[in-house]
């Protein structure tokens, strides 16, 4: 079974400044993990997955994240937050049965301070 | 193309209504997802489809009757529905079911039951 839990339900970063979301992540097969933005009243748009390819996963919009398998981690990160980054982020893992088996964290909304 | 394409945007419906929401989606997707999102929580899967068949039902009520009548269409039939299935209701799609493919999500119905 996987799931995710991401630590903080509200962040709050000042425009320019670093934007770190935190994903912990359990499974009990290799994961494949995405991560998802969701302005309001949209739908989601994908920002980025992690495949095994690659540890460090550069996404849309500058964001990326790195899979950590030590620390069961896939933080998403920004090096400048900008006004337009405003919005709600959901990690989400599958296993083997791909999207059809889809777990969404909770959510984060990440507000931005001019 | 890279969309999946819901209609209507907003939706009201009395009780004792019928209506239907509609998807469509033009990137030769094989499978197709209908999700429930309430306020402030991250989306639930209702349903799966795959190559045209219904894969998943996740225990939905039969007040929700799903359809697809091709590869790009997907639709969900309401019928006397409570005011607690108001929610966001998105429909995705992908490219199959492996773990490394990542669902395309539609901008959503807003569906209020009065």
């Known amino acids: 079974a996987q799931s995710v839990t991401q630590l903080g339900s509200h962040v709050s970063v000042s425009e320019g400044a670093l934007v770190l979301l935190r994903c912990n992540y359990s499974s009990s097969v290799p994961p494949y993990l995405f991560w998802y933005v969701q302005y309001p009243n949209q739908g989601l748009q994908l920002l980025l997955k992690y495949t095994s390819a690659a540890t460090l996963v550069k996404g849309i919009n500058g964001f990326e994240a790195e899979f950590k398998k030590s620390e069961t981690s896939f933080h998403l990160t920004k090096p400048s937050a900008h006004m337009s980054d405003a919005a709600e982020y959901f990690c989400a893992v599958s296993g083997l049965k791909g999207a059809q088996k889809l777990v969404f964290g909770q959510g984060t909304r990440l507000t931005i301070n001019p | 193309d890279t969309e999946v394409t819901q209609t209507p945007k907003h939706l009201v419906m009395g009780m004792t209504n019928k209506k239907s929401l509609k998807c469509e989606q033009h990137m030769g997707h094989r499978a197709m997802y209908w999700y429930k999102q309430k306020a402030k929580k991250p989306p639930e899967l209702m349903f799966v489809?795959?190559?045209?068949?219904?894969?998943i039902n996740e225990s939905v009520p039969s007040r929700f009757s799903p359809e697809c009548p091709n590869s790009s269409l997907l639709n969900l039939h309401l019928h006397a529905l409570q005011p607690e299935d108001s929610a966001l209701y998105l429909c995705?799609?992908?490219?199959?079911?492996?773990?490394?493919?990542?669902?395309?999500f539609g901008q959503g119905t807003r569906l209020t039951v009065v």
């Open positions: 489809y795959s190559y045209e068949k219904l894969s």
């Open positions: 995705a799609s992908s490219q199959g079911l492996q773990g490394n493919t990542e669902a395309f």
